[in-house]
C-alpha cells in the first residue's frame, strides 16, 4: 500500500465516522447521509482495492487512472449542484412564503388589537 | 373627503430619507399601508408615526414583488376595492393618485399603469430609456397587449378582480421583477390593462438596489421563466 492509499482510507474512515456522528446529533438529512457514506465507502474501497479502479478505467476505455477519477469526480460535483440549486429555489421559496404569511398575521393581530383599544 | 374603498400601498427598504416626503405628499383622505421590507434604518418606525399609515413588516428582505404582494393580499383582507400602488423613492407623484382612481371607477381597466412614455421621464439613464421601449415591444408579443411601459411601477388595482388572481404573486421567480411576471400572467386571464400618463422623477436621495445591467439581466430572465411556466400550464 502507497502512503497515498493509507491516507486516503484514513481519510474516508475519519469522514465516515463524522458523518455517522452528524447523523447521530440530526444535523444531516437522511438523503444527504445515505449519499456521503457512500461517497466515503467508494474512497475507502478504491483505496484498499486500488485494483478496482484499474478495472474500471479500462472499461471506460482510460488509460489513466486518474483521468477516470477526475472525470467521476467532475460528474458528480456537476449532479450535486444542480440538486443543490433546485432545494435552494425550494427553500428560499419555502422562507418567502413563511416570512409573509408571518407579516400578515402579525399585522391581523396589530389590527384586532388596534380594534379592542377603540 | 374620505377614500373608504381606496388605499395606498408602497414598500421600501431603508427609505428613512425619502419616506417622510413621500408620506407627506399623499392627498388627503387616503389610507396608506406600508409594507417595511427588511429595513434596518428607521424606516418601518417613520411609518408608523403616521395615523393614516399601517404598517406590515417584514422579518427579511424578500424583494420588492414579494412586498408588493404582501400589501395586495393585507389590502384585500381588510376589504378595500382600490389599491394604488407607487414607489416611495419620490419617483413617483402621489398627487396623480386621483387620477388613477378616477380611472379604474370609469371602468377603463381592472389594471390602470402609469406610462411614462406617454408622459414625461425625468433624469433618467439614456441605457434605460431606449432599453423600455424594447422590452414593452418584447411583453405586448407575448402578450397580445399594446403597452408603452410596462414596468413602470405607478399602478392602480381593481381588488374585486384581483382577488381572483392571487395566485399569479404566489411563485416569486424573480422578486424584483414582478411586473414582467404578473403582465404575461394576467394577459392569459383577460384582466383589461389600461395605461395613463405619468410623470416620473428622479430618486430624491439615494440609491436604487436596482442596476442597470442585472435590472436588463433579471427582466430578461423573468421573461423567460414566466413565459416557459405558462406555456406548461
Not at chain 2, 399594446?146 to 411563485?171: N, W
Not at chain 2, 400572467?185 to 400618463?197: D, N
Not at chain 2, 442597470?212 to 433579471?218: H, R, T
Amino acid at each position: 500500500m502507497s502512503n497515498l492509499t493509507i491516507i486516503m482510507a484514513l481519510i474516508a474512515l475519519g469522514m465516515g465516522t463524522f458523518t455517522v456522528q452528524l447523523m447521530r446529533k440530526r444535523k444531516i438529512a437522511v438523503s444527504a447521509f445515505m449519499l456521503w457514506i457512500s461517497v466515503w465507502g467508494g474512497m475507502l474501497l478504491i483505496s484498499l482495492f486500488p485494483d478496482i479502479l484499474i478495472w474500471l478505467a479500462s472499461v471506460a476505455n482510460m488509460q489513466l487512472r486518474a483521468y477516470f477519477v477526475f472525470v467521476v469526480a467532475i460528474v458528480f460535483i456537476i449532479f450535486l449542484l444542480f440538486f443543490r440549486s433546485v432545494t435552494e429555489r425550494r427553500e428560499e421559496y419555502g422562507i418567502a412564503v413563511l416570512t409573509q404569511e408571518l407579516a400578515l398575521l402579525k399585522f391581523k393581530l396589530e389590527q384586532m388589537e388596534h380594534e379592542r383599544k377603540e | 373627503m374620505t377614500h373608504n374603498d381606496t388605499i395606498i400601498t408602497t414598500e421600501a427598504l431603508n427609505e428613512e430619507r425619502n419616506l417622510p416626503d413621500f408620506l407627506n405628499r399623499i392627498p388627503d383622505g387616503y389610507d396608506v399601508l406600508f409594507t417595511d421590507d427588511g429595513s434596518s434604518d428607521g424606516t418601518a418606525a417613520i411609518a408608523r408615526s403616521y395615523p393614516n399609515v399601517r404598517v406590515i413588516n417584514h422579518a427579511m428582505n424578500l424583494g420588492q414583488g414579494v412586498a408588493f404582494a404582501t400589501g395586495m393580499k393585507a389590502a384585500i383582507s381588510l376589504g378595500y376595492r382600490y389599491m394604488v400602488h407607487l414607489d416611495a423613492d419620490g419617483q413617483h407623484r402621489p398627487e396623480d393618485i386621483p387620477r388613477f382612481v378616477e380611472s379604474l371607477r370609469a371602468g377603463e381597466g381592472d389594471i390602470v399603469v402609469g406610462s411614462r412614455i406617454l408622459g414625461q421621464m425625468n433624469k433618467t439613464t439614456v441605457l434605460r430609456k431606449s432599453f423600455l421601449p424594447v422590452l414593452a415591444e418584447v411583453i405586448n408579443k407575448i402578450t397580445g397587449l399594446s403597452m408603452t411601459d410596462p414596468m413602470c411601477g405607478y399602478r392602480a388595482y381593481d381588488l374585486e378582480v384581483f382577488a381572483k388572481h392571487l395566485d399569479i404573486f404566489s411563485t416569486y421567480h424573480n422578486p424584483q421583477h414582478n411586473a414582467v411576471e404578473m403582465f404575461i400572467r394576467i394577459a392569459r386571464r383577460g384582466v383589461r390593462v389600461h395605461e395613463i400618463p405619468v410623470v416620473v422623477d428622479a430618486r430624491s436621495t439615494g440609491k436604487s438596489y436596482k442596476g442597470e445591467l442585472k435590472y436588463g439581466w433579471n427582466v430578461m430572465m423573468a421573461i423567460i421563466k414566466t413565459s416557459l411556466e405558462e406555456k406548461g400550464k
